[in-house]
Nanobody, 126 residues
Framework: QVQLVESGGGSVQAGGSLRLSCAAS????????MGWFRQAPGKEREGVARIFTSGGDTVTLYADSVKGRFTISLDNAKNTLYLQMNSLKPEDTAMYFC?????????????????RGQGTQVTVSS
């Protein structure tokens, strides 16, 4: 059974930083297709960042809204996905979820991955 457990959310002032973690277990394969999405009340789900391997290389993709501020990384030894969030803005306020595609035949958009966690709340005040 795939389990994804997020942690690291909280409240921070604009300009601050947070680091989200997602402990993954029970997945099939190498777990090399994962990502983060977020959802704020009244807004559509937004894919934030995705990480996967392709031809032996690690590929990271970001939404334009977070590019240059957020960094996604994966520690395979710890089966843990991270999202380092810097220069946070009030519009980053949302519930953040990690997701994984398991098993992986391709690596879809984060919103289309077949497992997700319960989420962790991030609140940024101005």
């Amino acid at each position: 059974q795939v389990q994804l457990v997020e942690s690291g959310g909280g409240s921070v002032q604009a300009g601050g930083s947070l680091r989200l973690s997602c402990a993954a277990s029970g997945y099939t394969g190498s777990g090399d297709c994962m990502g983060w999405f977020r959802q704020a009340p009244g807004k559509e789900r937004e894919g934030v960042a995705r990480i996967f391997t392709s031809g032996g290389d690690t590929v990271t993709l970001y939404a334009d809204s977070v590019k240059g501020r957020f960094t996604i990384s994966l520690d395979n030894a710890k089966n843990t996905l991270y999202l380092q969030m810097n220069s946070l803005k009030p519009e980053d306020t949302a519930m953040y979820f990690c997701a994984i595609q398991s098993p992986r035949y391709d690596c879809p958009r984060v919103n289309d991955m077949n497992y997700r966690g319960q989420g962790t709340q991030v609140t940024v005040s101005s």
